[in-house]
Each structure stands twice: as structure tokens, then as C-alpha cells.
């Protein structure tokens, strides 16, 4: 009892610490990359906040996936290293005693990360999907941001506005170039609004400025003034986002077995999967020679780690391309690794491990 006691309370204590730090880094990560797209105009600063929780549902599994592997390892490390398991083992207690405190810890930890894999990430970055899409679909003037040169949606016309909008709803120093059929018409004016007319289509409307039409490279241009000029913005047609497997639900997955929905399938399975094998996997990794370097179970952990997530998702590449049976890759490497842990299990275990036994 007092054995585990002590280790539900080190994991609990390390896997708090791990979790806010890469929480943490996870929102920093999405945040610089959303302001980076605001401040560039693609993106409106409203829509920031909404952003960043769908981006981190959707994360949240490999976030948990790492604190699991990080707190045991990091817990059961530093017993190595202040001599605690030579007292656990003096004790009478085998390195496979640690494998039940370790899984009464992990095993609710993988349960949560099976529900956001399966459900709650999938409807996350479908609503991302969504907001985005309605983003996008906005018109051209609404797009705008001050002090940046911004591309319509069809390249056919770009916009700058020197100063925002302000309290009477009027942007500053507005510059307008189209292109169509050959001709470059360049607008420029003092300033500018956005109106709607009664059967809803919305205008820009222009103030005090000039307008220039002529082919580029000819020496004939027209130069008109104007007090007042109205230029329609085209919509686009409110469409859906892209049909992307990631944003289907887990239980059309299943009802439509396509390459692609079986590869997306056997991602969110292995997830949870993989967090459960690499729970189990840091105790052996875990061992840590007080005499010797300290950092470099670390670093074959994080590289274990690489080398795992990449294996799965080469197997979900695979299946989406039709190059391996969904049957096959959906355990193949989950085997694999459970192999190298029986292993290592065996390497720390035996006495004399067979690969050094003489003939």
C-alpha cells in the first residue's frame, strides 16, 4: 500500500507540472502562428480566440500522450537516481511490481485520450473547418487590414487602406487596383465605407478621389475624378469546408470503409494505443546509472517516442494509399513495440540475458 501510495502521488505531481508545461507551449505554438495570420490580414482578429480552442481540442491527445510517457519516466527516474529503487528492490520487489501503479495511473489518462481522439477532436477541427470556411467567405472589404496590401479571393484585385475604420464606420487613404481583361484600373480616394442596398448586394463606396484605367506598357490612360464612386464586391458563394477525413466522425469512419477514412481510423486507434505502450515502456527506460549520465535515457525516450508516432503515422499513410490492408497495420506496429518492451523488460530482468550467455 505505501508502495503504491508513493507512486500515484509522484506520477500525479510530475504529470501536473509536464502537462501545464506543454499546454502551455501547445497555446503559445497555435496563438504566434494565428496573430502571425491576423497581423497579415488573413485572418480576423475576432476570430483568434475561437481558433486556438478548437486547434487545442484537436492537439489535446498528443499533449496528454507525452505527459503519461514524460511523468513516469521522469518520476521513476529520479527514484533511480536518489537510490530509491535499490530500497524497493531490497525490499523484495521486482521491476514488473511497478507495472500495476503505472497502469492505475495511465489507464484513466488513455481512456481520456480515446474520447477526444474518437469524438471530441474530430468535431473540433470540423467546427475549425467551418469557421474558417465562413472566414473565408466573407467579401473582400471585410478582409481588409490597414497598412496591408490585400489580395481579393480571385487575385483580381487588391486593396489598401492606410487607416481603419473609425468611429464613423469610414476608412482613410483608400487604394484599389483591378485587373481585368488586359486593363489595370488603379482607385485611389481620401476615403471610404461599406454599404448594402436594399437586395443586399454591398458596395465600397469611395469619396473624394480619382480613378485610372489603360493597359500597362501603353502611354494611353484615362484619369477620372470623382466626390463620389461605388465599387461592387463580388461575393463568393457560402460553400461547406473541404470534406476532410480528420473532421468525419468516427462512426462514418466506420460505416464507410474508404482508404482514406480506414488511414484516418487507424490514427485515432492508435493513439490511445500508443499512450498506454509507452506508460509501460518508460519504466524500463527509466533506469538511470547515478555514476553515469543523467540526460541519456531522456533522449532515447524522446527518440523512442519519435520513432513510434512516426511509425504510425507511415501505417496510416500506407493505408490511405491503398498500399497496406487495413487488418495488418492496424496492430503490426503496436506488436513491434510491444516486443522491444517484453524485451527490455527481459534485458533488466535476467541476470544473464541469452544474447551474452557463452556456448
Partial sequence: MIFSRALQREFFQSAAGVFVALFAILITVVLIRLLGQAAGGRLPSDAVVALIGFGSLSRLPIVLSLTVFIAVLLSLSRSYRDSEMVVWFASGLPLTAFIRPVLRFALPVVFTIAAVTLFVAPWAQMKSAQYQARIDARNDASRIAPGVFRESVGAQRVFFVETGAGEDGKVRNVFVSTEKDGRLDIIVSAEGSLRTDAEGDRFVVLEKGRRYEGEPGSPEYRVLEFDRYSVLVEEREAAGPASRASTTPTLELLTDPTPRKLGELLGRIGMPVAALLLAL????????????????????????????????????????????????????????????????????LAISPFWRARA
Fill in 281 to 348: 515502456m518508460a519504466i524500463p527506460l527509466s533506469f538511470v546509472n547515478p555514476r553515469a549520465g543523467r540526460a541519456n535515457n531522456l533522449l532515447f525516450a524522446i527518440l523512442t517516442y519519435l520513432v513510434y508516432s512516426n511509425a504510425i503515422s507511415v501505417f496510416q499513410a500506407w493505408v490511405s494509399q491503398g498500399r497496406l490492408r487495413f487488418e495488418l497495420a492496424v496492430w503490426l506496429p503496436h506488436v513491434v513495440v510491444l516486443a522491444v518492451l517484453a524485451l527490455m523488460f527481459y534485458r533488466r
